[in-house]
Every structure is written in C-alpha cells, then in structure tokens.
Antibody, heavy 119, light 110 residues
Framework: QVRLQESGPGLVKPSETLSLTCDLS?????????WGWIRQSPGKGLEWIGY???????YFNPSLKSRITISMDTSKNQISLRLHSVTAADTAIYYC????????????WGQGALVTVSS | QSALTQPPSASGSLGQSVTISCTGT?????????VSWYKQHPGKAPKVIIY???KRPSGVPDRFSGSKSVNTASLTVSGLQAEDEADYYC??????????FGGGTKLTVL
C-alpha cells in the first residue's frame, strides 16, 4: 500500500527557509509516477506548489517558482520541499501527493504537515 | 495563473442532486481533458473522486459524475447522502506543465 508521510519543523521564522520531507513507502519513487506538493492555508483552498518527475525534472507554480526547490533522494525514497524567504502568507498545511503521469491527478496523499511562519 | 472559479457554497436535500461548476479558460479546462475533482472532509487530506473529466477511481460511488463544456467543468452528486457534506475542489492541467486548483465549494446536505 502506498503511504506518504510529511515531516519537518512546524514553526519557521519570517525570511527563513521552510524545509519539509515526504517519506514514501510501498512504492519506489522512481517507478513512473510524479510527486507533488500542495498546500492549504488555514480555512482556505488548495494551492499547487510543484511536482517532480521520476527523472528529476521539476515543474513549479509560476507564482512561487522563484522561491521553490523540490528534490528527490532515491536512496531514502523521499522527496523534499524547500520554500525560501517565507512570510506569514506561507503558513499552511503542506501535503505531498503522488501524481499519476498521463492522467494528471493526485491519487495518494500524505496526511499533511502544518507549518506556521511566525517570529 | 488564476485559480479556477467555483461557487463558494452549494446545498441540496437528502436524496436530491446537486451540481458544482468549475470555470476556467481556454488554456486549462478548455484545452485539456485533465480535469479532476477532490473531496475533502475537515481535517483530512483530499481524496480524488473524478479524473479525466468523467472517470471515477475504483471505490467511488457512481452517484458522483463529471462533465465538461468548453471552459467549464461540472461535478454532479446524485442521491445526496449525509456523508457527501464536504469541501469539493476541481483542478485542471494547464499550459506549461502546470496545474491549477479551484477555490473550493462547501457542499451542505440539508
């Protein structure tokens, strides 16, 4: 069974870098799927952040592109998100999810990790 | 890129049908048949209920159906049940290998 689990600091200071990892179990990170990050601000809707292909190619939301790094570690079967220069507007639940190539939908999601940006 | 437009709320009585719209542009919904819908209960991760405009993943009741006309996609929930009360989000593939979500619709079952 495919499982995704986000982890990382729950509190980040303004102007610093938010770092999250997503551990994948029950599936190899290099076996033909894409892996995405989505966030949800408190009481708000979903926002696509970006995704990474099994080849390592990355695609980002244009509105966040200048501040995002998404990478994968095949030895640990995990993907990572780094969001630079955060502000209070980046406070959100961050989800990692598996994106089905060719059909373009997220079929498995992690439970989400709440990150608060505050001094 | 702008978010897809959904009504903030929708409602229907038990057993009735309700349709939620999702309006995009000729660069997303109008250009690609990669519209998906997600259902989200409070405090839970979203769950896909429709993909490729009309297809249902295994385990999703056939009370949920999707369609598309030009730049607008729609989700219809028939035979409303109490457990259908949730937030619903549409999403579409868009130019440049991007994705875009709708703002979400809160469905209330009366």
């Amino acid at each position: 069974q495919v499982r995704l689990q986000e982890s990382g600091p729950g509190l980040v200071k303004p102007s610093e870098t938010l770092s999250l990892t997503c551990d994948l179990s029950g599936h190899s990170i290099r076996s033909g799927y894409y892996w995405g990050w989505i966030r949800q601000s408190p009481g708000k809707g979903l926002e696509w952040i970006g995704y990474i292909r099994d080849t390592g190619a990355t695609y980002f939301n244009p509105s966040l592109k200048s501040r995002i790094t998404i990478s994968m570690d095949t030895s640990k079967n995990q993907i990572s998100l780094r969001l630079h220069s955060v502000t209070a507007a980046d406070t959100a639940i961050y989800y990692c999810a598996r994106l089905v190539d060719g059909l373009v939908f997220f079929d498995y999601w992690g439970q989400g990790a709440l990150v608060t940006v505050s001094s | 890129q702008s978010a897809l437009t959904q009504p903030p709320s929708a409602s229907g009585s038990l057993g009735q049908s309700v349709t939620i719209s999702c309006t995009g542009t000729s660069n997303d919904i109008g250009a690609y048949n990669f519209v998906s819908w997600y259902k989200q209960h409070p405090g839970k991760a979203p769950k896909v209920i429709i993909y490729e405009v009309t297809k249902r993943p295994s385990g999703v009741p056939d009370r949920f159906s999707g369609s598309k006309s030009v730049n607008t996609a729609s989700l219809t929930v028939s035979g409303l049940q109490a457990e259908d009360e949730a937030d619903y989000y549409c999403t579409s593939y868009t130019d440049g290998n991007n994705l875009v979500f709708g703002g979400g619709t809160k469905l209330t079952v009366l």
